[in-house]
Every structure is written in structure tokens, then in C-alpha cells.
């Protein structure tokens, strides 16, 4: 029955960072996910990231028989019928827009369909959600966020600060999304969110995606049923129509990714305690796993149409509401 | 007399920001300037300074006889020996250091000596003094600060915000400077200072330079005497060693420019209402005229070694405890 379901959805995972490569893509196959949001920028600036870029097309021409690089919906209803894995080309942080608000059209040109606004610590734009004091959305910041509206990129606030994504939210003439985050009040944790947040953006049609990364479910001994539960009650909460899922996967990085993503270049890194990876739930060690999450909706007694909806149906349809094309992006040539 | 004063003092000006060529070098040398805080980058990343100061490098190369690139106060005082400009490098923005923090000991290296955290809108460290928020000196800010102070590069808060004023002067090691700017109660602008932060650089050693740009001291229509008393009014506040000059000098530049100091990249050009240069006063067109500047303290009772101080001295003494060799920076190379 839950292979069933889970054949049956277009699975699209809100957000994975992995260390990329033939053998990962062959994970998210075995996973059976059709579509993710695959980060290529997280402090990177412009020049670097049109390297990234460059390296994510060399990885498809090693591989079409594993991925193509998405920029719409009907992209990644294909990869589902091919046997692919359609990439949609993110960034976690706005850091290749530099302080360049035109770089926002550049980079969808280039097939980036959702950005993060901040990452961790402040930036140009606003407040994260790891510094002690939140600037709220700055002007850049909404000059940016009317550039994203305008050529159809996808808000993300999950390592946004939660002022700065009020601010957001109400800025944003689109729906918005946290691509990978849970509610405080399932584990707390300033990178999960507090109701507020989750309220102002599901009134705006936002989408949510559950999170998986250990730090945000509880660590390692946090269990699939605690964590199905927690989506099952934020669907009777706020509506199925807005909750998805973002896995976070981090598969196949050094110790070394760990510290760059922690300190990227801002702070000396702290060579007597090296950051470490956390450890996963056993029942989610990667991409390869997420047949048994939908096992797990389906058991904490979710309808199977609404796990459909969870493993990629929301994204979707909030995809088609944002990305060019639709009615509220700009209709103009990218 | 006062033709006396101005040649005896060392005459520094705490900042300009010319379109520098042969002329305005010249025009240093006919105000009888013998070092200047030459802005470097305002908006510009680490690529573009890096260029801008090998325009320096060849600016020096067309004109050893009017300037020479200035690391120290001894260079300063040399080029008065020799009459030529001694000219350090600045940035009014972090920008050059993107998101490194190691960049401040690399830019140190190729001689810049002041930088100013924030320019007019929020950064990466911290708020400015145009936007509505201000964040507060953030994490990133406080390791820019604390490497500032290891290589020996001065704080300038001139276009920062008045919170994160106080956060880095409370988070140095070292004294800070204003280089351009005027307290608020001679003319209330954001880009003037109120007491409480001019209080709190005194109170750690720092020096304030008062601006002659029109915008900061009510327009063309400021009188050099009404200028000169507010100087004066400083001095018997806060102590004749704290209060210096920074002219804040635009000289040469196209109308395009001020629309870049103004809306970098970060927001569309307002093209109904192009931003336009401010007239200055009549008794103050350019750096030629510092001269008169000089009259006018001694006419508003400035005995002669305080107008030296306030042309030059103390400027030397901050750069003394500031600068590497001094006391306060690290010893290693640089």
C-alpha cells in the first residue's frame, strides 16, 4: 500500500545540500524522488556560483540518465516519467546577489528558481535566525524580494530570522515557503518556527516543508512516528494544502563542509572544537529513505491523498503559483 | 598670521572623495594639505578595490611629485618636508571585505589604514545611519572590528548607524574615529552625530572630524564663522584633542556619481528624480580653500596650538596609537 502512494506522488524534496555526484543521484532514485530544490550557493558570492553553476551542467552531461537540470513543474512531472531526478537550482542565502538587486534576473536566467534570503547570520537584506539581534527586512532586502516576485523566485525563509520573515511574508506580493523547517514547538530550536511565522505564511498560501536534519527533530533518537505526528498535527492545524517536506539531506561531505557552512568566512573557525555532522535517525540515513517517511504518514493515519500532497503535490502547486509563467511573475523574456 | 598657523600645522584631512587626477592633487597642495584619508571603495567588492588601488598605483607613478602613497604618520609628515600629498587609502564601506574577515589583514598589507563599517544601508556588520533599522554591531562586525584592531586599521562610524556606533565603540580595542561628520545639534541630519555617541568615542581616546559637506552643515548658505563656532563649542565639550577636519571634498565627479554614492546597485536608479550635488558654501568650494578654514578658527578665538591640533595633530596622534608599530597593533608582519 505504501509503495503504492509513494509510486504514485511526484516526490519533491524541498530542499537537499548533498556533496553531488553520479552516486548520489542514483540515491534520490532509489528514493524515488522526482524533483528537489539542490542548493548551489550558500555563502558563495556571484563569481563562485556561476562556477557551481557550471559544474551542475557538467554533472548532467555525465549523467542524463539521472537528472536534468528543472526550471518549471512540467520539468519535474517528466523526470517522473523518465526515471529522472529534475534539479531545481536554489540558493540558501542571497550572497551571489552581492549587493546587486539585477543579479536576481541574471540568476533566473540561469534556471535558479528559489533563494533563501539570509543565512544564519545577518546580511544586506536582514535578519537569520542564529543572530542575537534581527534587522528585520531591509530596504535592499525588499528590493530583492520585489525582484524575486517580479521574475518568479521562490522566497525561502528557513534560516531566516523570524522578524525579518514577518517582514518578508508581508513584503512578498507572492506566496512564500520554508523549505526546511519544523514548528518550535516540536523540537525548539531557533532554526524551527514559531506559530506566528507558520500562520503568516500559510494566510498568504505559503508551504511549509518538515524537516529531517538531525539537529532540528531532535537528534538521532528522534523517531519516525514522533515525526509523522508532528506533520499529521501541523495538517489539522494550518491545512494539508501547506505542509510538505525538506529533507536537508547532507550526504557525502568531510568534516571541512561542515565547518564552511558553520563559520563560512566570517569568523575564525574554531580549531579546538571542530564542528561535527550530527548523527540521523536510523529510519532516515538519506535520499534512499524516504519511502519510509511515507510509510510513516501513512501510518499515523494521514489519507493517502493527503501524503501525496505532502511528498511533492504542495510544492507543486505552489511552484506553479510563482515560477515564470505563472500568473504573477513577469511575463518578460529570463 | 593665520598663513603662519596653516603652514606650521601638519594639515590632514580626515576624508575626501575626489575624482583624483594631476588637478585635484594640485589643489591639495594649494590648500597646503599635507595628508588625506582618500576614499578607496564605497559599494565596491574585493576585485574592484583591488583595481581602484592600482589606479592609485598609477596615479603615484604619473606624479611623484605631488603625491606619494602613505602608510604611517611618518610618510605624512615627510610629504609636508617634501610638499607632496601623503595619501592613505580608505574604504567607507566593508564592502571590500565581502564576507572574509580575512581580507582586513590582506587589504592591511597593501596599505589601507581606515575603514568604515557600514555605508548608509545595513551590511553584513552592522546598521547605517539611512536605515530605518539598526541591527546593532553584529557577530561578523565584531570580528572585523577585532581584526581591524590586531592589523592596525582605524574604525571610521562617519555613515554608521548611532547603535552600532556605540557597539563598536564599546567593541574596540582601540580608539575609533568619525571622520566626516558634525554633531547633531549644529545641524540635525542622520549623517551627524548625537552627543551620547561623540560622548562615548571621546571617552575611549577617538577623534571626531567635523565635515564641511553641504548636506551636513545646512546647505551653501552655512557660514564659515557658524562652522568655526561649532568646532570651537566641540573643543570646550569634549577636549580640543578629539576634534579634527574631514572635509568630505567631492571634487571633479559627474552627476552619474552621486547617483552611485547614493543607490550603489541595491536599489533601481530613480531616473524621474536623478540625485544632484549639493552646492557648497561660497567660502569653501574645495580642498584650495582649507586655508580659510584655518581664519576662521582663529577668528572664532581658537588659540594657534589648538587650530594646529585641530588641522593635522590629532589626526597624527590617533593614526600614532592606531596604525601598526604602534603599541596597540600586532607586531607581525604586514
Given at each position: 500500500m505504501?509503495?503504492?502512494?509513494h509510486?504514485?506522488?511526484?516526490?519533491?524534496?524541498?530542499l537537499?545540500?548533498?556533496?553531488?555526484s553520479?552516486?548520489i543521484?542514483q540515491?534520490?532514485r532509489a528514493?524515488?524522488i522526482?524533483g528537489?530544490?539542490?542548493?548551489c550557493?550558500v555563502w558563495e558570492?556571484?563569481e563562485?556560483?556561476?562556477r557551481t553553476i557550471?559544474d551542475?551542467?557538467q554533472?548532467?552531461a555525465?549523467?542524463p540518465d539521472?537528472?536534468?537540470l528543472?526550471t518549471?513543474?512540467g520539468?519535474i512531472?517528466?523526470?517522473k516519467?523518465?526515471?529522472r531526478v529534475?534539479?531545481?537550482?536554489?540558493f540558501?542565502?542571497a550572497?551571489?546577489?552581492?549587493?546587486?538587486?539585477r543579479l536576481?534576473?541574471?540568476f533566473?536566467r540561469?534556471?535558479v528558481?528559489?533563494?533563501q534570503?539570509?543565512?544564519?547570520?545577518q546580511?544586506?537584506?536582514?535578519?537569520?535566525?542564529?543572530?542575537p539581534?534581527?534587522?528585520?527586512?531591509?530596504r535592499?532586502?525588499r528590493?530583492?524580494v520585489s525582484e524575486?516576485?517580479r521574475?518568479?523566485?521562490l522566497?525561502?525563509?528557513?534560516?531566516?530570522?523570524n522578524?525579518?520573515?514577518?517582514?518578508?511574508i508581508?513584503?512578498s506580493a507572492q506566496?512564500?515557503?520554508?523549505?526546511?523547517?519544523n514548528p518550535?514547538?516540536y523540537v525548539d530550536?531557533?532554526?524551527?518556527?514559531p506559530?506566528?511565522?507558520i500562520k503568516a505564511?500559510?494566510?498568504?498560501?505559503?508551504v511549509?516543508?518538515?524537516c529531517?536534519?538531525?539537529?532540528v527533530?531532535g537528534g538521532a533518537?528522534?523517531?519516525?512516528?514522533g515525526?509523522?505526528?508532528?506533520v499529521?498535527e501541523?495538517c489539522?492545524?494550518f491545512?494539508v494544502q501547506?505542509?510538505?517536506l525538506?529533507?536537508?539531506?547532507?550526504r557525502?561531505w568531510?568534516q571541512?563542509?561542515v565547518?564552511?557552512l558553520?563559520?563560512?568566512?566570517?569568523?575564525?573557525?574554531?580549531?579546538?572544537?571542530p564542528p561535527?555532522?550530527?548523527?540521523?535517525p536510523g529510519?532516515?540515513q538519506?535520499?534512499?529513505d524516504m519511502?519510509?517517511?511515507?510509510?510513516?504518514?501513512?501510518?499515523?493515519?494521514?489519507?493517502?491523498?493527503?501524503?501525496?500532497r505532502?511528498l511533492g503535490?504542495?510544492?507543486l502547486d505552489?511552484?506553479?503559483?510563482?515560477?515564470?509563467?505563472?500568473g504573477g511573475a513577469d511575463?518578460?523574456?529570463?
Amino acid at each position: 500500500m505504501s509503495n503504492t502512494v509513494h509510486e504514485r506522488a511526484v516526490v519533491v524534496d524541498g530542499l537537499q545540500i548533498n556533496n553531488w555526484s553520479r552516486q548520489i543521484l542514483q540515491e534520490l532514485r532509489a528514493g524515488g524522488i522526482s524533483g528537489v530544490n539542490a542548493t548551489c550557493a550558500v555563502w558563495e558570492g556571484p563569481e563562485e556560483t556561476l562556477r557551481t553553476i557550471g559544474d551542475w551542467c557538467q554533472l548532467q552531461a555525465q549523467n542524463p540518465d539521472l537528472m536534468t537540470l528543472a526550471t518549471s513543474t512540467g520539468d519535474i512531472r517528466q523526470a517522473k516519467v523518465d526515471g529522472r531526478v529534475a534539479v531545481l537550482l536554489g540558493f540558501q542565502n542571497a550572497s551571489p546577489f552581492a549587493d546587486d538587486y539585477r543579479l536576481v534576473e541574471v540568476f533566473s536566467r540561469l534556471g535558479v528558481r528559489i533563494s533563501q534570503l539570509t543565512y544564519n547570520i545577518q546580511n544586506l537584506l536582514g535578519g537569520a535566525c542564529y543572530e542575537p539581534v534581527d534587522s528585520g527586512l531591509t530596504r535592499y532586502g525588499r528590493t530583492i524580494v520585489s525582484e524575486m516576485n517580479r521574475v518568479g523566485m521562490l522566497v525561502d525563509l528557513s534560516h531566516v530570522g523570524n522578524r525579518t520573515s514577518l517582514d518578508a511574508i508581508d513584503a512578498s506580493a507572492q506566496p512564500v515557503s520554508i523549505t526546511h523547517s519544523n514548528p518550535t514547538w516540536y523540537v525548539d530550536s531557533p532554526r524551527n518556527k514559531p506559530d506566528d511565522v507558520i500562520k503568516a505564511l500559510v494566510e498568504r498560501g505559503g508551504v511549509i516543508g518538515c524537516c529531517l536534519y538531525p539537529n532540528v527533530v531532535g537528534g538521532a533518537q528522534a523517531t519516525l512516528t514522533g515525526f509523522c505526528r508532528m506533520v499529521a498535527e501541523l495538517c489539522e492545524t494550518f491545512g494539508v494544502q501547506h505542509v510538505a517536506l525538506g529533507s536537508d539531506c547532507t550526504r557525502d561531505w568531510g568534516q571541512d563542509y561542515v565547518a564552511w557552512l558553520r563559520d563560512g568566512r566570517w569568523r575564525p573557525p574554531d580549531t579546538a572544537h571542530p564542528p561535527t555532522w550530527p548523527d540521523w535517525p536510523g529510519w532516515f540515513q538519506g535520499p534512499a529513505d524516504m519511502p519510509r517517511v511515507t510509510e510513516g504518514l501513512l501510518e499515523v493515519g494521514l489519507p493517502e491523498d493527503d501524503v501525496v500532497r505532502i511528498l511533492g503535490g504542495n510544492w507543486l502547486d505552489l511552484f506553479d503559483r510563482v515560477f515564470p509563467g505563472a500568473g504573477g511573475a513577469d511575463d518578460g523574456p529570463r
